[in-house]
């Protein structure tokens, strides 16, 4: 039945009914099933199989092939469990065309009492021969009253099989109890379900009616009915999220009363002048949609995607000079201290020469500097901030909060972002990811915002050459990694743990560091990982960033937004342990500057995985060989790990489905979000995601 998890608050309109109302559930397994999100009869329903098993092929004992997985129905000749201390447990029937055994190896106390002669039993498993005799093995079985009875709970048809729970099987919700659970609750309910759809809507949309799918998701004539009545549920679903959406987008507009901020005539062609680089065509058009956005009374809700070094940071502070000549503040929120004062000290140099006053507020900021900053943003003498969660905090006020930039947005929920947009009055809204999000799961994530994306990079930038190798050539990886420091470059080397659970391998950073030491004699190297103390973690970043150190051995932290233009080689340990959108963001950290980047994908094929899956872990790495677009990796990406995995559970923002699959859903999406707006009546996002 899964774990209990951020589901969406969606369920089957007529079936809100506690679960207690079914035979069988009290108190203790009503708990227990809440445990796992199941509350109302409409969750249950909504209960997805995890799988199914095709025990529909119903035939005689006589025409039963060996290795065939067959349904017999069968008069109970014999049944006797041998002596104690052993379990097993014999059944001997026929159904008048020849002979079956049935041995079941454990519970012969419960088959004792269940069976008796002269019973009709349909069994279901696959067909071995013993001993000259045909046999099944831990048969599935249940009763027939009469041989013209139907079957079809646990055998004689397509039976599903739920994902089970110790909290569940302790109440005695075993399998064979669950399943039999569904089927009252299918039996008795189904019916009942209201459905939201017209017929019109399901016939262009070829969806078939919800009544009907309730049954066929759980108790299929066939598996391919089973995936029809999965993704007619799937819409639902998906109509209720974007419903949400709509509604949240025009409830924003309707507060309207956004300050109106005009193109800038100071400040944006001051700073424009002082930059060594010509922003790309890209960046020119983005940055004319949100500078149009910030000039509306309405709030602009905007996500800005882009890929590796497309420069989004430039639009964001074109952005922010906007918002700050028009008479606003300006909060930007990064996932990490270290990020965030990666941004301070950039935004510094940049604007601080314009006049403006700049502060960091992060976790760790000092008790003098912290009030400092606080009065200056309750008073309005601070014009841009970056911060942390700590902008989160309730002593953190604005005298006039007018732009809201969030970076890395998908390292935040849905409900960070809301907590710092409430800030303000009515601000206006950039949110900003450089991890690429295929276009299925950025209209779910933020199927609220107007989407832009960036996929040009400046230009003069080379593309980084990348190259996958077994660790038995670290020799020869390390000699060119030494060769680049000897010519004055940097390097990362990312490893996938903090600390190592086998030392034979180079697998944390913590050993490894060590290792790197001996490797790369007369070089520095510094270690960076998410349990060092901020302070620690931003000198080393400093040292490595002016040369003091030059080699950095890491975690994931440098992930993003690090921009070190001297380094010129990444290294990832392991390479097979990450997602193919995370390495790729792994490898934009390097190439930054004029000097060709390298990035060197160490491969272990036994690390995880052996065989035939540890040669299509080579495989998948060998993708980022020939591929440098981060949203065609990110694609391939979600297809291989699925949402969850490709943002991990906490990113997704709530947004974990029961029965909506993406991406294999993104025409039920696009559907369902069309729907939505037409409905709610409300503009709908613009979307140049392509």
Not at 127 to 153: A, C, K, S, T, Y
Not at 241 to 263: I, K, M, N, T
Not at 363 to 371: I, K, L, S, T, V
Not at 380 to 386: D, E, I, S, T, Y
Request: hydrophobic residues 45%.
């Amino acid at each position: 039945m899964g774990e209990a998890g951020p589901w969406l608050a969606w369920t089957v309109s007529g079936c809100e009914a506690p679960v207690t109302v079914l035979r069988g559930i009290g108190v203790h397994r009503a708990a227990a099933l809440a445990g796992v999100g199941i509350e109302t009869v409409g969750d249950l329903l909504c209960n997805r199989p995890r799988r199914y098993l095709d025990r529909s092929c119903v035939t005689t004992v006589a025409t039963a092939l060996p290795g065939r997985l067959v349904t017999v129905v069968v008069r109970v000749l014999e049944a006797r469990a041998d002596v104690p201390p052993s379990q097993r447990f014999w059944l001997r029937g026929t159904d008048g065309s020849a002979e079956l055994s049935c041995v079941w190896f454990q519970g012969s106390r419960y088959l004792r009492a269940a069976f008796a002669v002269g019973d009709l039993v349909a069994v279901s498993g696959r067909v071995e021969r013993f001993q000259g005799r045909l046999q099944l093995i831990h048969p599935e079985h249940e009763w027939v009253g009469d041989p013209g009875d139907p079957v079809g709970l646990h055998t004689g048809a397509v039976v599903p099989l739920y994902a089970g729970t110790a909290a569940l099987a302790e109440t005695g919700l075993r399998p064979r109890a669950f399943r039999a659970l569904m089927r009252q609750a299918v039996d008795g309910w189904a019916a009942a379900a209201v459905d939201s759809l017209d017929q019109a809507l399901r016939a262009r949309l070829g969806l078939t009616s919800l009544a009907e799918a309730l049954v066929e998701l759980h108790f299929p004539t066939q598996l391919a009915r089973a995936e029809a009545a999965r993704r007619r549920l799937a819409f639902d679903e998906l109509l209720a999220y974007q419903r949400r959406l709509a509604e949240a987008r025009r409830s924003r507009a309707r507060h309207g009363g956004s300050p109106v901020l005009p193109p800038s005539l100071r400040l944006v062609p001051s700073w424009r002048a002082r930059l060594p680089f010509t922003l790309t065509p890209a960046q020119e058009s983005v940055a004319a949609e949100i500078i149009a956005d910030l000039a509306r009374p309405a709030p602009m809700q905007r996500l800005l995607q882009g890929d590796v070094g497309s420069g989004k940071t430039v639009v964001a502070v074109l952005a922010a000079l906007t918002a700050v000549e028009g008479g606003s503040q300006v909060a930007i929120m990064a996932p990490t201290e270290l990020l965030a004062a990666q941004h301070y000290d950039l935004l510094a140099s940049w604007l601080g020469p314009l006049g403006l006053r700049l502060e960091l507020l992060a976790g760790q900021a000092g008790r003098e500097p912290r009030r400092l900053a606080l009065h200056g943003l309750a008073d309005g003498g601070v014009h841009l901030v970056v911060g942390t969660h700590a902008l989160l905090q309730p002593e953190v006020q604005f005298a006039r909060l007018g732009l809201v930039i969030i970076d890395e947005q998908h390292r935040f929920g849905v409900g960070q972002r809301n907590a710092l947009y409430r800030k303000g009055g009515c601000p206006h809204l950039l949110v900003m990811t450089a991890t690429p999000i295929p276009r299925s799961l950025a209209l779910t994530l933020y199927g609220d915002l107007d989407l832009s994306v960036l996929t040009a990079s400046p230009p003069g930038r080379l593309p980084v050459r990348t190259a996958v190798r077994p660790a038995t050539r670290r020799q020869a990886i390390y000699q060119f990694v030494a060769d680049q420091l000897r010519a004055g470059h940097r390097a990362y080397v990312v490893f996938p743990w903090i600390e190592a659970t086998d030392e034979t391998e180079l697998g944390s950073v913590v050993a490894g560091a060590d290792q790197l030491r001996g490797w790369l004699p007369g070089f520095r190297v510094g270690v960076v990982h998410g349990r060092l103390p901020p302070a620690e973690k931003a000198a080393v970043m400093r040292q490595f960033a002016s040369g003091q150190v030059q080699v950095l051995a890491t975690t994931t932290v440098v992930e993003v937004g690090v921009d070190v233009p001297a380094a010129t080689v990444m290294v990832v340990e392991h390479a097979e342990r990450f997602g193919l959108a995370q390495l790729h963001q792994l490898r934009g950290r390097v190439g930054r500057g004029d000097a060709q980047g390298y990035c060197v994908l160490v491969h272990y094929p036994a690390a995880g995985a052996g065989g035939s899956q540890g040669t299509a872990a080579a495989a998948r790495l060998a993708t980022l060989c020939q591929v440098n677009d981060g949203f065609a990796l990110a694609q391939a990406d979600l297809e291989q790990r699925g949402a969850g995995e490709f943002l991990g559970r906490r990113q997704t923002g709530g947004t974990e489905f029961r029965l909506a699959q993406l991406p294999t859903d993104r025409d039920l999406l696009e559907e369902a979000r069309a729907e939505a707006w037409l409905e709610a009546g409300a503009a709908r996002p613009a979307d140049n995601l392509g």
